[in-house]
């Protein structure tokens, strides 16, 4: 039997700007990371044992890789003696697409076992142990959509319009690390204020490269603005979207889609479910 079952949903980079690289490699940027209610499902049961098993299996991602295994074993790092977990998940969200997939499922593992196992570590104990894990992984913990600068953990929460989002998934899968590390990725962008994205302001400093990579990419965002001319590339790709005020307009958009553009129609939300679960 279940114990707990807990949403890790997705996000789009609404803008994403790279503002600069710091000596450990990592890159400084600015970005609009908005929540939308499109979601996995992970399931929570103790064991006895201080095992940790993750019962559903991922096409090319070995069981300790797993974001999910390894969200886990950090939090019995930092905790001791702990039960041990049994977790499955539903998946749901493309991976390797850029809408945080990998980095959603960590953030739900450790506010799912944090309750789980009656830690009592609060939000930001559990952000600090995650940057280092994944740089997106703040954000879901905190589950609110916000502007983030640093490597994307300097978080401020912030209101967007209330929209709907079509999200086309491209058959190729890109990787972060490759994208992060190509010698033609525009790292010089001058930082931006929040007035100015809101003005219309404001791009993804990884589309043109990603494009130029993978033609897929480039054919979704081409099809895609027939519908919109603010459709847009969400992190490192390969996911793209674009903003309708309704949720007919976007459904609509996606039944016209090519076959080899399989995609979802999504809200754009404020807060996930894990908002209310975090103690701050
Ligand atoms: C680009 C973004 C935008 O939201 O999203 P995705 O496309 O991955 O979803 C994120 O910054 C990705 O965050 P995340 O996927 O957690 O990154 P990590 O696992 O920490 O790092 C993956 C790779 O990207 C590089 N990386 C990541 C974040 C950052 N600010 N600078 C980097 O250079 C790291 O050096 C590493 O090689
Ligand atoms: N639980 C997980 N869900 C998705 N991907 C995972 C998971 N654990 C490890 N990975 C690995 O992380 C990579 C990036 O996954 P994901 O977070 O979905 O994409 P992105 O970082 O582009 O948003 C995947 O291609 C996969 O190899």
């Known amino acids: 039997m279940t114990d707990?079952?807990?949403?890790?949903?997705?996000?789009?980079?609404?803008?994403?700007?790279?503002?600069?690289?710091?000596?450990?490699?990592?890159?400084?940027?600015?970005?609009?990371?908005?929540?939308?209610?499109?979601?996995?499902?992970?399931?929570?049961?103790?064991?006895?044992?201080?095992?940790?098993?993750?019962?559903?299996?991922?096409?090319?991602?070995?069981?300790?890789?797993?974001?999910?295994?390894?969200?886990?074993?950090?939090?019995?790092?930092?905790?001791?003696?702990v039960p041990g977990a049994d977790i499955r998940?539903?998946?749901?969200?493309?991976?390797?697409?850029?809408?945080?997939?990998?980095?959603?499922?960590?953030?739900?593992?450790?506010?799912?076992?944090?309750r789980l196992w009656q830690l009592g570590l609060k939000r930001g104990e559990l952000m600090q142990l995650a940057t280092p894990l994944g740089a997106d992984i703040p954000v879901f913990i905190g589950g609110q959509t916000a502007w983030a600068e640093g490597i994307g953990e300097r978080l401020?929460?912030?209101?967007?319009?209330?929209?709907?989002?079509?999200?086309?998934a491209p058959k190729c899968h890109v990787s972060t690390a490759t994208i992060f590390s190509h010698k033609d990725l525009t790292r010089d962008t001058r930082p931006?204020?929040?007035?100015?994205?809101?003005?219309?302001?404001g791009q993804n400093d990884c589309e043109p490269l990603v494009r130029a990579l993978y033609p897929e990419v480039d054919n979704a965002l081409i099809w895609l603005r027939n519908?919109?001319?603010?459709?847009?590339?969400?992190?490192?790709?390969?996911?793209?979207?674009?903003?309708?005020?309704s949720e007919s307009e976007a459904h609509n958009a996606l039944a016209q889609a090519p076959p080899e553009l399989p995609g979802f129609v999504a809200k754009g939300i404020s807060h996930s479910?894990?908002?209310?679960?975090?103690?701050?």
């Open 227 to 245: 519908f919109s001319p603010h459709a847009r590339m969400s992190g490192t790709g390969a996911c793209v979207f674009a903003p309708f005020d």
């Open 4 to 81: 707990l079952s807990l949403a890790a949903p997705a996000k789009l980079n609404l803008f994403l700007h790279i503002t600069g690289r710091r000596s450990d490699g990592y890159h400084e940027l600015q970005t609009l990371f908005q929540l939308i209610d499109y979601a996995d499902q992970l399931h929570f049961t103790a064991r006895r044992d201080g095992e940790i098993v993750l019962h559903t299996a991922f096409a090319g991602v070995a069981h300790e890789d797993n974001l999910i295994v390894r969200a886990a074993r950090l939090l019995q790092r930092r905790a001791g003696d």
């Open 156 to 168: 401020t929460p912030i209101e967007t319009p209330r929209l709907w989002y079509l999200i086309l």
């Open 273 to 280: 479910p894990l908002f209310d679960l975090g103690s701050d």
């Open 192 to 201: 931006i204020k929040v007035a100015a994205f809101s003005q219309g302001g």
């Open 89 to 114: 998940i539903d998946k749901r969200l493309p991976m390797g697409g850029g809408i945080g997939g990998g980095s959603s499922n960590a953030a739900t593992t450790l506010i799912g076992l944090n």
